[in-house]
């Protein structure tokens, strides 16, 4: 790894923060500076490499999603989950409803849209939604190797207040009998998820346990089984970038998974995990400055896996 390289990246990439803006939908991004921008990458030894707003603070968003789906799978069977859940793209925008009620048996097409994360988020288990949302604060903890990870929560009673959409997503499929349970409940879990606050650097080291097959490559512990670890790659080539994920598998080819927050994490199969933040998003929901850092290590680094 070269620090001129990562450094470059981050030149390039402010190049194309201004084309974008913050997500206006949840009222507290909308007033996040949309100049910050920031990049980390760990390599499979744990070196890691920053430039730029690397210690930043934002919220996971989508990319949550991810840790979502690796906890359901570690509770529950695969049959128990992807009863509730496909694995094929959408190609739609990452809330959008219009699939929902046209589906053969009523499930979202996949984990990685909204409907997709709620429906396995209400497979996660507890006793209580107390213990629900400690078992999911630990497993992120564990999994990002940080023990101060921790919830945004103005961005959380930001979402919670404002979430209508999601609202009716979960209540549609609570009809179509997808959903059991308490709704609130769920959506509550669902929004804590993804107001999990993390640093560029944090999600280095969650992105490079995916790139070395589940292995935390600092601490060399197994922390996500390779069954699942496959299948998660899978989707962020497939899904992880909501409707542009066709295009940037075709132009950047790493596995990686987005969200509105600003972020996106990329795991070059075994070579490196890399993490980048911008909060200014293009009309997808993508981190413009985010997209061309990506697209450069990509380029500099040989990273595409295709
Ligand atoms: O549920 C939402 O709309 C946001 N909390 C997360 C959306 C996001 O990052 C993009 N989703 N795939």
Excluded: W
């Excluded at 994490?265 to 911008?278: H, M, N, Q, R």
């Amino acid at each position: 790894m070269d620090q001129k390289l990562i450094q470059g990246a981050l030149t390039y990439g402010r190049r194309f923060v201004r084309y974008g803006k913050t997500a206006s939908y949840i009222p507290e991004l909308a007033s996040k500076n949309p100049s910050k921008l920031g990049v980390a990458v760990c390599d499979l030894e744990g070196n890691i490499l920053t430039a730029g707003d690397s210690e930043e603070k934002f919220t996971m968003q989508s990319i949550s999603k991810l840790i979502a789906l690796i906890l359901a799978l570690e509770q529950n069977s695969y049959d128990d989950v992807f009863c509730k859940v496909g694995l094929e793209p959408t190609g739609d925008s990452f809330s959008s409803t219009v699939r929902l009620d046209h589906l053969t048996n009523n499930k979202p097409f996949n984990p990685m849209i909204n409907a997709g994360a709620i429906a396995v988020t209400s497979t996660i288990r507890g006793a209580s939604l107390e213990e629900r949302k400690t078992v999911c604060i630990n497993f992120a903890r564990k999994l990002l190797g940080s023990s101060k990870l921790d919830v945004d929560y103005e961005v959380f009673l930001s979402e919670a207040r404002t979430g209508f959409k999601n609202r009716a997503i979960i209540y549609l499929m609570r009809s179509n009998g997808i959903i059991e349970g308490n709704c609130e409940e769920h959506l509550e879990l669902y929004f804590m998820l993804c107001s999990l606050a993390c640093t560029c650097r944090d999600l280095a080291v969650f992105a490079a346990t995916l790139a070395n097959n589940g292995v935390n490559p600092i601490t060399g512990e197994t922390v996500i089984p390779l069954r699942t670890v496959k299948l998660v790659r899978s989707l962020m080539v497939t899904c992880g970038m909501y409707d542009y994920s066709g295009e940037f598998a075709a132009t950047v080819g790493m596995p990686s998974k987005s969200g509105v927050g600003g972020g996106i994490i990329s795991c070059p199969i075994g070579k490196c995990g890399i993490a980048v933040y911008g909060p200014s998003l293009d009309e997808k929901g993508n981190s413009t400055g985010g997209l061309k850092m990506l697209e450069y290590l990509s380029e500099n680094m040989e990273l595409n896996m295709f």
